[in-house]
Protein backbone atom coordinates (compact mmCIF):
# COMPACT_ATOMS: atom_id res chain seq x y z
CA UNK A 1 0.00 0.00 0.00
CA UNK A 2 1.34 3.14 -0.66
CA UNK A 3 0.30 7.00 0.77
CA UNK A 4 0.05 10.43 -0.99
CA UNK A 5 -0.89 13.58 0.22
CA UNK A 6 -2.94 16.09 -2.15
CA UNK A 7 -1.30 19.59 -2.68
CA UNK A 8 -3.23 20.88 -6.15
CA UNK A 9 -7.16 20.09 -6.66
CA UNK A 10 -9.10 21.21 -10.10
CA UNK A 11 -12.29 19.39 -10.86
CA UNK A 12 -11.88 16.05 -11.63
CA UNK A 13 -7.80 15.99 -11.49
CA UNK A 14 -5.72 16.21 -8.07
CA UNK A 15 -1.77 16.37 -7.67
CA UNK A 16 -0.45 14.60 -4.59
CA UNK A 17 2.68 14.13 -3.22
CA UNK A 18 3.92 10.51 -2.81
CA UNK A 19 5.76 8.65 -0.02
CA UNK A 20 5.59 5.41 -1.74
CA UNK A 21 5.71 3.95 -5.33
CA UNK A 22 2.91 4.28 -7.36
CA UNK A 23 2.07 2.95 -10.85
CA UNK A 24 1.04 4.61 -14.24
CA UNK A 25 -2.53 3.72 -14.37
CA UNK A 26 -2.96 2.22 -10.65
CA UNK A 27 -6.33 2.59 -9.07
CA UNK A 28 -6.70 5.07 -6.33
CA UNK A 29 -8.44 5.77 -3.39
CA UNK A 30 -9.15 9.43 -2.20
CA UNK A 31 -9.83 10.64 1.04
CA UNK A 32 -12.38 9.44 3.51
CA UNK A 33 -15.06 8.37 1.18
CA UNK A 34 -12.39 6.48 -0.88
CA UNK A 35 -13.18 8.38 -3.94
CA UNK A 36 -12.01 6.15 -6.72
CA UNK A 37 -9.20 7.48 -9.03
CA UNK A 38 -6.45 6.49 -11.60
CA UNK A 39 -2.97 7.98 -11.50
CA UNK A 40 -2.26 9.44 -14.84
CA UNK A 41 0.54 10.35 -14.32
CA UNK A 42 3.88 10.17 -12.65
CA UNK A 43 6.30 13.01 -12.10
CA UNK A 44 9.41 12.46 -9.88
CA UNK A 45 7.39 12.08 -5.99
CA UNK A 46 4.66 13.23 -7.73
CA UNK A 47 1.51 11.81 -8.80
CA UNK A 48 -1.92 13.09 -10.99
CA UNK A 49 -4.77 11.38 -10.54
CA UNK A 50 -8.09 11.63 -12.23
CA UNK A 51 -10.34 11.02 -9.88
CA UNK A 52 -14.33 9.29 -11.02
CA UNK A 53 -16.34 11.09 -8.79
CA UNK A 54 -17.54 14.35 -7.47
CA UNK A 55 -13.93 16.10 -5.95
CA UNK A 56 -16.37 18.95 -3.90
CA UNK A 57 -15.12 18.88 -0.32
CA UNK A 58 -11.62 17.24 -1.13
CA UNK A 59 -8.69 19.51 -0.11
CA UNK A 60 -4.74 19.60 0.41
CA UNK A 61 -3.33 17.00 2.92
CA UNK A 62 -6.25 14.87 2.08
CA UNK A 63 -4.82 11.68 1.60
CA UNK A 64 -4.62 9.60 -1.69
CA UNK A 65 -4.26 5.77 -0.58
CA UNK A 66 -2.84 2.59 -3.83
CA UNK A 67 -3.17 -1.04 -3.68
CA UNK A 68 -0.58 -1.21 -6.42
CA UNK A 69 -3.33 -2.54 -8.74
CA UNK A 70 -4.81 -1.14 -12.67
CA UNK A 71 -8.45 -0.07 -12.22
CA UNK A 72 -10.75 -2.93 -13.02
CA UNK A 73 -14.17 -4.41 -12.69
CA UNK A 74 -15.17 -7.45 -11.85
CA UNK A 75 -16.74 -9.37 -14.73
CA UNK A 76 -19.48 -11.29 -13.82
CA UNK A 77 -22.62 -14.01 -15.11
CA UNK A 78 -24.78 -11.60 -12.71
CA UNK A 79 -24.15 -8.83 -15.16
CA UNK A 80 -26.27 -9.36 -17.71
CA UNK A 81 -29.94 -7.76 -17.45
CA UNK A 82 -28.77 -4.88 -15.26
CA UNK A 83 -27.55 -0.93 -15.26
CA UNK A 84 -24.79 0.10 -14.25
CA UNK A 85 -22.44 3.45 -14.50
CA UNK A 86 -19.27 4.11 -16.44
CA UNK A 87 -16.60 1.74 -13.54
CA UNK A 88 -19.91 -0.99 -12.98
CA UNK A 89 -21.05 0.35 -9.99
CA UNK A 90 -24.60 -0.67 -9.95
CA UNK A 91 -27.71 2.33 -10.66
CA UNK A 92 -31.04 1.22 -9.68
CA UNK A 93 -34.07 2.29 -11.25
CA UNK A 94 -33.78 5.57 -14.08
CA UNK A 95 -31.36 8.46 -15.39
CA UNK A 96 -31.11 10.40 -12.09
CA UNK A 97 -30.11 7.52 -10.15
CA UNK A 98 -26.96 7.74 -7.89
CA UNK A 99 -24.33 6.45 -6.68
CA UNK A 100 -23.09 6.14 -3.30
CA UNK A 101 -19.77 8.03 -3.16
CA UNK A 102 -16.80 5.53 -2.87
CA UNK A 103 -18.72 2.32 -3.69
CA UNK A 104 -16.67 0.04 -6.10
CA UNK A 105 -18.84 -2.54 -7.29
CA UNK A 106 -22.16 -4.60 -7.50
CA UNK A 107 -22.79 -6.66 -4.26
CA UNK A 108 -22.39 -10.31 -5.17
CA UNK A 109 -24.69 -12.07 -6.98
CA UNK A 110 -26.25 -15.47 -5.55
CA UNK A 111 -26.37 -17.48 -9.02
CA UNK A 112 -26.70 -21.87 -9.61
CA UNK A 113 -23.57 -23.31 -10.59
CA UNK A 114 -23.10 -26.35 -12.26
CA UNK A 115 -18.80 -27.51 -12.61
CA UNK A 116 -17.68 -28.55 -15.92
CA UNK A 117 -14.29 -29.48 -14.42
CA UNK A 118 -13.00 -32.41 -12.57
CA UNK A 119 -9.94 -32.78 -9.77
CA UNK A 120 -7.12 -33.71 -11.87
CA UNK A 121 -8.21 -31.38 -15.10
CA UNK A 122 -5.71 -28.88 -16.09
CA UNK A 123 -7.25 -25.71 -16.59
CA UNK A 124 -5.66 -22.81 -18.65
CA UNK A 125 -7.00 -19.28 -18.98
CA UNK A 126 -10.30 -18.29 -20.29
CA UNK A 127 -11.44 -22.20 -20.18
CA UNK A 128 -15.30 -23.17 -18.96
CA UNK A 129 -14.91 -23.99 -15.51
CA UNK A 130 -19.16 -24.21 -15.12
CA UNK A 131 -22.26 -22.93 -15.51
CA UNK A 132 -24.27 -20.28 -13.88
CA UNK A 133 -27.69 -19.70 -13.62
CA UNK A 134 -28.86 -16.35 -12.46
CA UNK A 135 -32.86 -15.40 -11.42
CA UNK A 136 -33.39 -15.04 -15.34
CA UNK A 137 -32.80 -18.82 -16.08
CA UNK A 138 -30.33 -17.88 -18.60
CA UNK A 139 -27.27 -20.49 -18.68
CA UNK A 140 -23.91 -18.42 -19.35
CA UNK A 141 -20.09 -20.27 -18.98
CA UNK A 142 -18.34 -19.23 -16.34
CA UNK A 143 -14.44 -18.57 -17.46
CA UNK A 144 -11.26 -19.04 -15.69
CA UNK A 145 -9.69 -15.50 -15.36
CA UNK A 146 -7.30 -15.48 -18.75
CA UNK A 147 -4.00 -15.29 -16.27
CA UNK A 148 -5.09 -18.65 -14.66
CA UNK A 149 -3.27 -21.75 -15.04
CA UNK A 150 -3.46 -24.99 -12.68
CA UNK A 151 -4.10 -28.33 -12.06
CA UNK A 152 -8.15 -28.52 -10.44
CA UNK A 153 -7.55 -29.65 -6.29
CA UNK A 154 -11.24 -29.13 -5.66
CA UNK A 155 -14.23 -28.31 -7.46
CA UNK A 156 -17.75 -27.17 -5.77
CA UNK A 157 -20.87 -29.49 -6.75
CA UNK A 158 -23.67 -28.21 -8.37
CA UNK A 159 -25.31 -25.62 -6.21
CA UNK A 160 -26.37 -21.91 -5.75
CA UNK A 161 -23.63 -19.81 -4.70
CA UNK A 162 -22.47 -15.84 -4.75
CA UNK A 163 -20.96 -15.16 -7.49
CA UNK A 164 -17.42 -14.28 -5.32
CA UNK A 165 -17.36 -16.98 -3.76
CA UNK A 166 -14.60 -19.65 -4.51
CA UNK A 167 -16.22 -22.70 -6.68
CA UNK A 168 -12.75 -24.07 -7.65
CA UNK A 169 -9.58 -24.15 -6.25
CA UNK A 170 -6.12 -24.68 -8.73
CA UNK A 171 -2.80 -26.25 -7.43
CA UNK A 172 -0.63 -23.62 -9.95
CA UNK A 173 2.31 -24.82 -8.84
CA UNK A 174 5.19 -25.07 -6.25
CA UNK A 175 2.58 -25.86 -3.99
CA UNK A 176 0.57 -22.41 -4.60
CA UNK A 177 -2.98 -22.43 -5.00
CA UNK A 178 -5.81 -19.98 -6.87
CA UNK A 179 -9.20 -19.98 -5.39
CA UNK A 180 -11.69 -19.62 -9.02
CA UNK A 181 -15.12 -18.15 -8.63
CA UNK A 182 -17.89 -17.40 -11.42
CA UNK A 183 -16.68 -13.55 -11.50
CA UNK A 184 -13.33 -12.35 -11.83
CA UNK A 185 -11.64 -8.44 -11.89
CA UNK A 186 -9.82 -7.33 -14.99
CA UNK A 187 -8.06 -4.01 -15.71
CA UNK A 188 -10.42 -2.60 -18.08
CA UNK A 189 -7.49 -0.70 -19.97
CA UNK A 190 -5.82 -3.72 -21.16
CA UNK A 191 -7.99 -6.45 -23.83
CA UNK A 192 -8.43 -9.25 -23.11
CA UNK A 193 -6.41 -12.02 -24.67
CA UNK A 194 -7.53 -14.48 -27.72
CA UNK A 195 -6.31 -17.24 -29.26
CA UNK A 196 -6.27 -15.98 -32.34
CA UNK A 197 -8.03 -13.05 -34.31
CA UNK A 198 -10.44 -14.53 -37.19
CA UNK A 199 -11.32 -13.08 -40.39
CA UNK A 200 -15.13 -11.80 -40.41
CA UNK A 201 -17.28 -13.42 -42.98
CA UNK A 202 -20.83 -12.88 -41.52
CA UNK A 203 -22.63 -9.42 -41.17
CA UNK A 204 -24.05 -8.44 -37.89
CA UNK A 205 -27.79 -8.41 -39.00
CA UNK A 206 -29.49 -5.43 -38.53
CA UNK A 207 -32.97 -5.50 -39.51
CA UNK A 208 -32.15 -2.16 -41.09
CA UNK A 209 -32.61 -2.51 -44.91
CA UNK A 210 -29.95 0.36 -45.68
CA UNK A 211 -27.93 -1.55 -43.29
CA UNK A 212 -27.69 -5.02 -43.92
CA UNK A 213 -28.33 -4.39 -47.77
CA UNK A 214 -26.42 -1.33 -48.92
CA UNK A 215 -23.56 -1.19 -45.88
CA UNK A 216 -23.37 -4.10 -43.76
CA UNK A 217 -21.14 -4.59 -40.44
CA UNK A 218 -19.32 -7.44 -39.96
CA UNK A 219 -19.81 -9.80 -36.98
CA UNK A 220 -16.97 -8.69 -35.34
CA UNK A 221 -16.73 -5.33 -37.12
CA UNK A 222 -16.33 -1.75 -36.95
CA UNK A 223 -19.09 1.10 -37.43
CA UNK A 224 -19.82 4.53 -36.48
CA UNK A 225 -22.88 6.68 -36.73
CA UNK A 226 -21.80 10.47 -37.70
CA UNK A 227 -24.96 12.49 -37.32
CA UNK A 228 -26.29 16.35 -36.32
CA UNK A 229 -28.39 17.14 -33.20
CA UNK A 230 -31.92 15.18 -33.81
CA UNK A 231 -30.55 13.27 -36.67
CA UNK A 232 -31.71 9.98 -34.93
CA UNK A 233 -28.41 8.65 -33.61
CA UNK A 234 -30.44 7.55 -30.95
CA UNK A 235 -33.07 5.73 -32.28
CA UNK A 236 -31.07 4.23 -34.65
CA UNK A 237 -29.18 2.80 -32.10
CA UNK A 238 -31.90 1.55 -29.83
CA UNK A 239 -32.99 0.51 -33.12
CA UNK A 240 -30.31 -2.15 -33.53
CA UNK A 241 -29.95 -2.52 -29.81
CA UNK A 242 -33.03 -4.50 -29.93
CA UNK A 243 -33.39 -5.82 -33.69
CA UNK A 244 -30.01 -7.12 -34.48
CA UNK A 245 -29.13 -10.73 -34.36
CA UNK A 246 -26.18 -10.62 -31.52
CA UNK A 247 -26.74 -13.04 -28.79
CA UNK A 248 -25.30 -10.01 -25.76
CA UNK A 249 -26.07 -6.44 -26.03
CA UNK A 250 -24.13 -3.84 -24.23
CA UNK A 251 -25.41 -0.33 -24.64
CA UNK A 252 -23.53 2.54 -23.73
CA UNK A 253 -25.21 5.58 -22.72
CA UNK A 254 -22.09 8.37 -22.98
CA UNK A 255 -22.35 11.71 -21.70
CA UNK A 256 -26.05 12.31 -23.56
CA UNK A 257 -28.39 14.12 -21.00
CA UNK A 258 -30.00 12.59 -18.24
CA UNK A 259 -33.51 12.44 -20.27
CA UNK A 260 -32.08 10.88 -23.34
CA UNK A 261 -30.67 8.21 -21.75
CA UNK A 262 -34.04 7.89 -19.60
CA UNK A 263 -35.49 6.62 -22.72
CA UNK A 264 -33.22 3.43 -22.70
CA UNK A 265 -33.72 2.96 -19.13
CA UNK A 266 -37.04 2.94 -18.80
CA UNK A 267 -38.47 1.67 -22.26
CA UNK A 268 -35.56 -1.07 -22.73
CA UNK A 269 -37.06 -3.27 -19.30
CA UNK A 270 -40.44 -3.19 -20.72
CA UNK A 271 -39.27 -4.91 -24.22
CA UNK A 272 -39.42 -8.46 -25.34
CA UNK A 273 -36.43 -9.72 -27.75
CA UNK A 274 -38.87 -10.95 -30.49
CA UNK A 275 -36.26 -13.91 -31.53
CA UNK A 276 -37.70 -15.65 -28.48
CA UNK A 277 -40.07 -14.06 -26.71
CA UNK A 278 -38.16 -13.29 -23.25
CA UNK A 279 -37.55 -9.77 -21.64
CA UNK A 280 -34.83 -8.13 -24.30
CA UNK A 281 -33.03 -6.85 -20.91
CA UNK A 282 -31.81 -10.82 -20.22
CA UNK A 283 -29.03 -10.36 -22.58
CA UNK A 284 -28.73 -6.55 -22.35
CA UNK A 285 -26.52 -4.97 -20.29
CA UNK A 286 -26.62 -1.48 -19.76
CA UNK A 287 -23.60 1.27 -19.27
CA UNK A 288 -25.05 5.09 -18.66
CA UNK A 289 -22.94 7.97 -17.60
CA UNK A 290 -24.90 10.93 -17.88
CA UNK A 291 -23.63 14.72 -18.78
CA UNK A 292 -24.69 15.48 -15.07
CA UNK A 293 -22.31 12.62 -13.57
CA UNK A 294 -18.26 13.42 -13.17
CA UNK A 295 -16.53 14.29 -16.35
CA UNK A 296 -13.29 11.39 -15.60
CA UNK A 297 -15.73 8.29 -15.41
CA UNK A 298 -17.49 8.74 -18.77
CA UNK A 299 -13.80 8.64 -20.00
CA UNK A 300 -13.66 5.20 -18.19
CA UNK A 301 -16.89 4.66 -18.91
CA UNK A 302 -16.01 3.33 -22.68
CA UNK A 303 -13.20 1.31 -21.63
CA UNK A 304 -15.59 -0.84 -19.01
CA UNK A 305 -17.72 -1.21 -21.71
CA UNK A 306 -15.66 -2.69 -24.40
CA UNK A 307 -14.31 -5.30 -21.06
CA UNK A 308 -17.75 -6.11 -20.74
CA UNK A 309 -17.96 -6.82 -24.01
CA UNK A 310 -14.89 -8.85 -24.43
CA UNK A 311 -16.27 -11.04 -21.29
CA UNK A 312 -19.13 -12.37 -23.04
CA UNK A 313 -17.16 -12.68 -26.53
CA UNK A 314 -14.98 -14.85 -24.46
CA UNK A 315 -18.07 -17.79 -23.36
CA UNK A 316 -18.45 -17.99 -27.03
CA UNK A 317 -20.83 -15.03 -27.94
CA UNK A 318 -21.43 -12.39 -30.47
CA UNK A 319 -22.11 -8.90 -28.71
CA UNK A 320 -23.11 -6.22 -30.16
CA UNK A 321 -21.38 -2.71 -28.46
CA UNK A 322 -23.45 0.24 -28.82
CA UNK A 323 -21.82 3.75 -28.13
CA UNK A 324 -23.69 6.55 -27.69
CA UNK A 325 -21.97 8.81 -27.82
CA UNK A 326 -18.18 8.46 -28.75
CA UNK A 327 -18.08 12.43 -28.92
CA UNK A 328 -19.08 12.96 -25.37
CA UNK A 329 -16.27 11.01 -24.45
CA UNK A 330 -14.17 12.60 -26.62
CA UNK A 331 -15.07 15.93 -24.85
CA UNK A 332 -14.45 14.14 -21.45
CA UNK A 333 -10.95 13.46 -22.67
CA UNK A 334 -10.50 17.09 -23.64
CA UNK A 335 -11.98 18.17 -20.24
CA UNK A 336 -10.07 15.88 -18.01
CA UNK A 337 -6.55 16.27 -20.50
CA UNK A 338 -6.99 20.45 -20.00
CA UNK A 339 -7.21 20.16 -16.36
CA UNK A 340 -3.94 18.53 -16.25
CA UNK A 341 -2.34 21.31 -18.27
CA UNK A 342 -1.67 19.08 -21.55
CA UNK A 343 -1.14 21.15 -24.61
CA UNK A 344 -4.11 20.65 -26.58
CA UNK A 345 -3.89 20.03 -30.18
CA UNK A 346 -6.55 19.77 -32.98
CA UNK A 347 -9.81 21.16 -31.61
CA UNK A 348 -8.54 21.32 -28.65
CA UNK A 349 -8.65 17.47 -27.85
CA UNK A 350 -5.32 16.07 -26.70
CA UNK A 351 -2.53 14.58 -29.30
CA UNK A 352 -3.44 10.92 -28.47
CA UNK A 353 -7.52 11.47 -29.40
CA UNK A 354 -6.69 9.60 -32.03
CA UNK A 355 -4.65 6.88 -30.33
CA UNK A 356 -7.43 6.41 -28.06
CA UNK A 357 -10.14 5.97 -30.58
CA UNK A 358 -7.63 3.47 -31.98
CA UNK A 359 -7.28 1.43 -28.47
CA UNK A 360 -11.72 1.48 -28.75
CA UNK A 361 -12.00 0.35 -32.00
CA UNK A 362 -9.34 -2.26 -32.12
CA UNK A 363 -11.00 -4.09 -29.33
CA UNK A 364 -13.73 -5.10 -31.89
CA UNK A 365 -13.43 -8.41 -33.52
CA UNK A 366 -14.04 -12.00 -33.87
CA UNK A 367 -11.78 -14.48 -32.79
CA UNK A 368 -10.65 -17.85 -31.42
CA UNK A 369 -11.32 -17.62 -28.04
CA UNK A 370 -8.99 -19.01 -25.04
CA UNK A 371 -11.63 -21.83 -23.93
CA UNK A 372 -15.16 -21.28 -25.56
CA UNK A 373 -14.81 -21.44 -29.29
CA UNK A 374 -15.27 -18.56 -31.32
CA UNK A 375 -16.83 -15.42 -30.18
CA UNK A 376 -17.00 -11.54 -31.41
CA UNK A 377 -17.56 -8.32 -30.76
CA UNK A 378 -18.84 -5.55 -32.64
CA UNK A 379 -18.63 -2.05 -32.14
CA UNK A 380 -20.95 0.55 -33.62
CA UNK A 381 -20.10 4.42 -32.13
CA UNK A 382 -22.25 7.27 -32.62
CA UNK A 383 -20.82 10.47 -33.22
CA UNK A 384 -22.07 13.73 -32.88
CA UNK A 385 -19.65 15.89 -34.71
CA UNK A 386 -20.73 20.32 -33.23
CA UNK A 387 -23.03 21.75 -35.76
CA UNK A 388 -22.90 18.33 -37.90
CA UNK A 389 -19.41 19.57 -39.27
CA UNK A 390 -17.74 16.52 -40.25
CA UNK A 391 -14.41 17.53 -41.07
CA UNK A 392 -13.56 17.81 -37.05
CA UNK A 393 -11.35 15.96 -35.53
CA UNK A 394 -13.64 12.72 -33.52
CA UNK A 395 -15.26 12.20 -36.66
CA UNK A 396 -11.86 12.15 -38.97
CA UNK A 397 -10.18 9.98 -36.77
CA UNK A 398 -12.97 7.57 -36.53
CA UNK A 399 -13.23 7.40 -40.06
CA UNK A 400 -9.64 5.82 -39.88
CA UNK A 401 -10.71 2.92 -37.63
CA UNK A 402 -13.86 1.82 -38.83
CA UNK A 403 -15.18 0.11 -42.17
CA UNK A 404 -18.40 0.70 -41.76
CA UNK A 405 -19.45 4.38 -41.91
CA UNK A 406 -23.27 5.48 -41.33
CA UNK A 407 -23.61 8.80 -42.23
CA UNK A 408 -26.92 11.12 -41.12
CA UNK A 409 -28.05 13.44 -43.22
CA UNK A 410 -29.74 16.78 -41.85
CA UNK A 411 -32.11 16.62 -44.93
CA UNK A 412 -33.17 13.73 -44.91
CA UNK A 413 -34.39 14.06 -41.31
CA UNK A 414 -36.15 17.00 -41.88
CA UNK A 415 -38.40 15.28 -44.12
CA UNK A 416 -38.70 12.93 -41.29
CA UNK A 417 -36.95 10.23 -43.70
CA UNK A 418 -35.94 7.46 -41.23
CA UNK A 419 -33.35 6.30 -40.63
CA UNK A 420 -31.78 9.10 -42.19
CA UNK A 421 -28.61 7.23 -43.12
CA UNK A 422 -27.13 8.88 -46.26
CA UNK A 423 -27.06 6.59 -49.20
CA UNK A 424 -24.04 8.16 -50.74
CA UNK A 425 -21.87 9.70 -48.05
CA UNK A 426 -22.52 6.35 -46.37
CA UNK A 427 -19.94 3.18 -46.78
CA UNK A 428 -18.91 -0.27 -46.38
CA UNK A 429 -15.57 -1.46 -47.20
CA UNK A 430 -15.34 -4.64 -48.16
CA UNK A 431 -19.23 -5.63 -48.09
CA UNK A 432 -18.30 -7.98 -51.50
CA UNK A 433 -17.36 -10.25 -48.59
CA UNK A 434 -20.77 -11.25 -47.60
CA UNK A 435 -22.18 -11.68 -51.33
CA UNK A 436 -21.52 -15.82 -50.30
CA UNK A 437 -23.81 -15.25 -47.02
CA UNK A 438 -26.10 -13.19 -48.69
CA UNK A 439 -26.07 -15.67 -51.36
CA UNK A 440 -26.83 -18.45 -48.97
CA UNK A 441 -29.64 -16.57 -47.51
CA UNK A 442 -31.70 -16.04 -50.44
CA UNK A 443 -30.34 -12.89 -52.74
CA UNK A 444 -27.65 -14.29 -54.71
CA UNK A 445 -27.84 -11.68 -56.69
CA UNK A 446 -27.01 -9.50 -54.21
CA UNK A 447 -24.00 -7.91 -55.18
CA UNK A 448 -25.55 -6.96 -58.07
CA UNK A 449 -29.14 -5.70 -57.03
CA UNK A 450 -26.39 -3.72 -54.40
CA UNK A 451 -24.79 -1.84 -57.47
CA UNK A 452 -27.43 -1.17 -58.92
CA UNK A 453 -29.25 0.34 -56.12
CA UNK A 454 -26.20 2.44 -55.28
CA UNK A 455 -25.78 3.70 -58.67
CA UNK A 456 -29.55 4.83 -59.57
CA UNK A 457 -29.37 6.19 -56.26
CA UNK A 458 -26.21 8.15 -57.44
CA UNK A 459 -28.19 9.39 -60.96
CA UNK A 460 -30.68 10.18 -58.98
CA UNK A 461 -28.73 12.67 -56.91
CA UNK A 462 -26.77 14.23 -60.20
CA UNK A 463 -30.31 14.48 -62.30
CA UNK A 464 -32.06 16.29 -59.12
CA UNK A 465 -29.18 19.12 -59.18
CA UNK A 466 -29.83 19.28 -63.25
CA UNK A 467 -33.46 18.99 -62.51
CA UNK A 468 -32.84 22.71 -59.98
CA UNK A 469 -31.87 24.45 -63.18
CA UNK A 470 -33.44 23.20 -66.19
CA UNK A 471 -36.68 21.90 -64.75
CA UNK A 472 -37.84 17.94 -63.90
CA UNK A 473 -40.20 18.44 -66.69
CA UNK A 474 -37.35 19.35 -69.48
CA UNK A 475 -35.09 16.27 -68.85
CA UNK A 476 -35.34 13.35 -71.06
CA UNK A 477 -37.83 11.26 -70.25
CA UNK A 478 -35.90 8.41 -69.65
CA UNK A 479 -34.04 10.21 -66.75
CA UNK A 480 -37.47 11.32 -65.70
CA UNK A 481 -37.89 7.26 -65.47
CA UNK A 482 -34.46 6.95 -63.51
CA UNK A 483 -35.75 9.47 -61.56
CA UNK A 484 -39.14 7.82 -60.70
CA UNK A 485 -37.11 4.75 -59.97
CA UNK A 486 -34.64 6.10 -57.66
CA UNK A 487 -37.60 7.61 -55.37
CA UNK A 488 -39.29 4.44 -55.55
CA UNK A 489 -36.43 2.60 -53.76
CA UNK A 490 -36.13 5.73 -51.35
CA UNK A 491 -39.54 5.08 -50.36
CA UNK A 492 -40.13 1.72 -50.41
CA UNK A 493 -36.85 0.63 -49.66
CA UNK A 494 -34.50 2.71 -47.99
CA UNK A 495 -37.61 4.28 -45.26
CA UNK A 496 -37.89 2.07 -42.55
CA UNK A 497 -40.14 3.38 -39.31
CA UNK A 498 -38.64 2.47 -36.00
CA UNK A 499 -41.62 2.63 -34.73
CA UNK A 500 -43.55 0.52 -37.08
CA UNK A 501 -44.88 -2.86 -35.45
CA UNK A 502 -44.76 -4.28 -39.03
CA UNK A 503 -41.50 -2.96 -40.32
CA UNK A 504 -39.09 -1.95 -37.11
CA UNK A 505 -37.17 -4.89 -37.65
CA UNK A 506 -36.75 -6.25 -41.52
CA UNK A 507 -35.57 -9.87 -41.84
CA UNK A 508 -32.72 -10.87 -44.63
CA UNK A 509 -35.55 -12.93 -46.61
CA UNK A 510 -37.40 -10.00 -46.71
CA UNK A 511 -35.16 -7.78 -47.71
CA UNK A 512 -34.10 -10.25 -50.46
CA UNK A 513 -37.73 -10.28 -51.94
CA UNK A 514 -38.03 -6.64 -51.87
CA UNK A 515 -34.64 -6.18 -53.71
CA UNK A 516 -35.94 -8.83 -56.21
CA UNK A 517 -39.15 -6.93 -56.73
CA UNK A 518 -37.62 -3.48 -57.01
CA UNK A 519 -35.37 -4.94 -59.43
CA UNK A 520 -38.06 -6.28 -61.67
CA UNK A 521 -39.47 -2.90 -61.84
CA UNK A 522 -36.71 -1.14 -63.31
CA UNK A 523 -36.25 -3.80 -65.43
CA UNK A 524 -40.10 -3.31 -66.44
CA UNK A 525 -39.39 0.72 -66.04
CA UNK A 526 -36.91 0.69 -68.12
CA UNK A 527 -38.71 -1.27 -71.25
CA UNK A 528 -41.39 0.77 -70.89
CA UNK A 529 -39.80 3.86 -71.76
CA UNK A 530 -38.29 2.03 -74.67
CA UNK A 531 -41.67 1.40 -75.68
CA UNK A 532 -42.30 5.37 -75.35
CA UNK A 533 -44.15 5.06 -71.98
CA UNK A 534 -44.10 8.15 -69.77
CA UNK A 535 -43.17 7.71 -66.55
CA UNK A 536 -46.29 9.64 -65.23
CA UNK A 537 -48.29 6.80 -66.91
CA UNK A 538 -46.46 4.72 -64.07
CA UNK A 539 -48.44 6.44 -61.76
CA UNK A 540 -51.71 5.24 -62.77
CA UNK A 541 -50.54 1.51 -62.40
CA UNK A 542 -52.74 -0.26 -59.83
CA UNK A 543 -49.90 -1.86 -58.14
CA UNK A 544 -47.81 1.15 -57.31
CA UNK A 545 -49.11 2.45 -54.27
CA UNK A 546 -48.93 -1.36 -52.86
CA UNK A 547 -45.52 -1.47 -53.93
CA UNK A 548 -44.47 2.41 -52.42
CA UNK A 549 -46.23 0.81 -49.17
CA UNK A 550 -44.83 -2.93 -49.05
CA UNK A 551 -42.18 -2.77 -46.15
CA UNK A 552 -45.07 -1.26 -43.93
CA UNK A 553 -48.14 -3.82 -45.28
CA UNK A 554 -46.30 -6.72 -45.70
CA UNK A 555 -44.07 -8.28 -42.82
CA UNK A 556 -41.96 -10.71 -42.46
CA UNK A 557 -44.17 -13.47 -41.88
CA UNK A 558 -46.03 -12.93 -45.44
CA UNK A 559 -43.29 -12.54 -47.72
CA UNK A 560 -45.89 -14.62 -50.10
CA UNK A 561 -47.74 -11.64 -50.73
CA UNK A 562 -44.55 -9.57 -52.21
CA UNK A 563 -44.73 -12.36 -55.07
CA UNK A 564 -48.18 -12.03 -55.46
CA UNK A 565 -47.83 -8.35 -56.10
CA UNK A 566 -44.63 -9.15 -58.08
CA UNK A 567 -47.29 -11.25 -60.61
CA UNK A 568 -49.65 -7.74 -60.13
CA UNK A 569 -46.99 -5.51 -61.90
CA UNK A 570 -46.07 -8.27 -64.77
CA UNK A 571 -49.37 -7.97 -65.73
CA UNK A 572 -49.93 -4.54 -65.26
CA UNK A 573 -46.72 -3.49 -67.29
CA UNK A 574 -47.43 -6.34 -69.76
CA UNK A 575 -50.97 -4.36 -70.58
CA UNK A 576 -49.04 -1.19 -70.39
CA UNK A 577 -46.56 -2.03 -73.15
CA UNK A 578 -49.68 -3.79 -75.36
CA UNK A 579 -51.57 -0.65 -75.27
CA UNK A 580 -48.41 1.74 -75.86
CA UNK A 581 -47.62 -0.65 -78.53
CA UNK A 582 -50.81 -0.66 -80.06
CA UNK A 583 -51.13 3.50 -80.15
CA UNK A 584 -47.78 3.40 -81.86
CA UNK A 585 -49.47 1.29 -84.63
CA UNK A 586 -52.24 3.56 -85.03
CA UNK A 587 -49.83 6.34 -85.48
CA UNK A 588 -47.79 3.93 -87.45
P1 LIG B 1 -30.05 12.23 -32.08
O1 LIG B 1 -29.73 11.14 -31.10
O2 LIG B 1 -29.25 12.10 -33.36
O3 LIG B 1 -29.95 13.61 -31.52
P2 LIG B 1 -32.68 11.05 -31.98
O4 LIG B 1 -32.27 9.64 -32.18
O5 LIG B 1 -33.04 11.43 -30.59
O6 LIG B 1 -31.58 12.04 -32.54
O7 LIG B 1 -33.90 11.33 -32.99
C1 LIG B 1 -34.68 12.50 -32.93
C2 LIG B 1 -36.11 12.20 -33.36
O8 LIG B 1 -36.18 11.80 -34.73
C3 LIG B 1 -36.75 11.05 -32.59
O9 LIG B 1 -37.33 11.48 -31.42
C4 LIG B 1 -37.77 10.52 -33.57
O10 LIG B 1 -38.96 11.25 -33.51
C5 LIG B 1 -37.17 10.77 -34.92
N1 LIG B 1 -36.52 9.56 -35.46
C6 LIG B 1 -35.19 9.35 -35.51
N2 LIG B 1 -34.90 8.18 -36.08
C7 LIG B 1 -36.06 7.59 -36.40
C8 LIG B 1 -36.43 6.34 -37.01
N3 LIG B 1 -35.50 5.46 -37.40
N4 LIG B 1 -37.74 6.09 -37.18
C9 LIG B 1 -38.67 6.96 -36.80
N5 LIG B 1 -38.39 8.14 -36.22
C10 LIG B 1 -37.11 8.47 -36.00
MG1 LIG C 1 -29.04 11.16 -29.18
New binding site residues.
Given amino acids: MSVASIHWISGPVLRARASGPFALREAVRVGPQALLGEVVRLVADEIVVQVYEDTTGLRAGTEVVGDGLPLAIRLSPALLGNIFDGLLRPLSGTGSAHVAPGMRAAAPAALAFVPRVHAGDFVTGGAVIGEATGATGRVQRCLAPPDAAGTVVRVAGAGTCLDTDPVCVLDTGGGATRELAMSHAWPVRVPRPVRARLPTTTPLVTG ?1 RILDSLFPVAKGGRAAIP ?13 LAKGCDADVIVYLGCG ?1 RGN ?1 LA ?1 VLEEFPQLTDSSNGRPLMERTVIIANTSNMPVAAREASIYSAVTVAEYFRDQGLAVALMA ?2 TSRWAEALREVSGRFGELPGEGGYPAYLSSRLADFYERAARVDTLGAGEGSVTVIG ?1 I ?1 PPSGDFSEPVTSHTKRYVRAFWT ?1 DVKR ?1 QA ?1 F ?3 VHPLQSYAENALEFAPWWAAHGNVAWPRLRRRFLTLLDDEARLERMARIIGRDALPVRQQMTLFCAGLVNDAFLR ?5 EVD ?1 VCAPARQAAMMRLLDKFIDHADAAVAAGVHPDALRALPSLRPLQRMAEDIGDAEIRRLHDLEAALDREFADLLHAAESAHATDG
Fill in positions: QGGFGTGKTVLLEAEEGDSASLARYPAQSAFSR
